[in-house]
């Protein structure tokens, strides 16, 4: 299942959307999310080289071991500022390309995973798991796990480990997946 949640926002729209990174340490279940695509990373160790061009608060990256960080956001305040399409063609071909809460708000993702294929040997990928609704004004694509694994697989890239974090009570808005590629 995929399915298109809004169209995509002027560029700047976007600009007014993300213009503050935007810190998750309240909710206990991004906490979780956060620590679980730490662990994924332990998967493709050792890790040379990293990018995560859509990195928030780069909590995820910076506790990923790694040589060389390539940091970036749409939000100011790091080296790669801009939509993930407009920086990647700045960084060099890294180890492992970090996704964590991104292709849900791209509107291109297929693009944007090909361009990432061409950069990277290793891939994770996290993202709401079947979420169908738009209450969330940031994300314009929603889809379940098949969704993601043809989206992953037409873009190249293999899945090697995989999961979903399914919460058994109504208070969290979403369970997330969780991928690995290669």
């Not at 071909?93 to 809460?101: G, H």
């Not at 991104?102 to 709401?128: F, G, N, S, Y």
């Not at 979903?164 to 969290?172: A, D, G, I, N």
């Amino acid at each position: 299942m995929r399915i298109r949640l809004r169209e995509a926002y002027s560029p700047e729209q976007l600009k007014q959307v993300y213009a503050e990174p935007h810190s998750h340490w309240q909710f206990v279940d991004h906490r979780l999310r956060v620590a679980m695509t730490v662990a994924f990373a332990q998967w493709f160790a050792p890790v040379n080289s990293l990018a995560d061009l859509s990195c928030g608060d780069a909590v995820i990256p910076n506790n990923i071991e790694a040589g060389v960080r390539y940091l970036g956001d749409f939000a100011p305040g790091y080296e790669f500022q801009g939509a993930i399409d407009d920086t990647i063609d700045s960084i060099p071909n890294v180890d492992l390309f970090i996704c964590s809460e991104t292709i849900e708000h791209l509107d291109d993702p297929e693009a944007t995973l090909a361009k990432i294929r061409k950069k990277t040997k290793a891939l994770i990928v996290t993202t709401p798991n079947g979420e169908n609704n738009n209450n969330n004004p940031q994300h314009y694509w929603g889809w379940d796990t098949d969704g993601v694994r043809e989206l992953l697989t037409g873009a190249g890239f293999k899945p090697v480990i995989s999961n979903v974090l399914k919460f058994e009570t109504p208070q969290y808005v979403y369970d997330y997946q969780f991928w690995g590629c290669e």
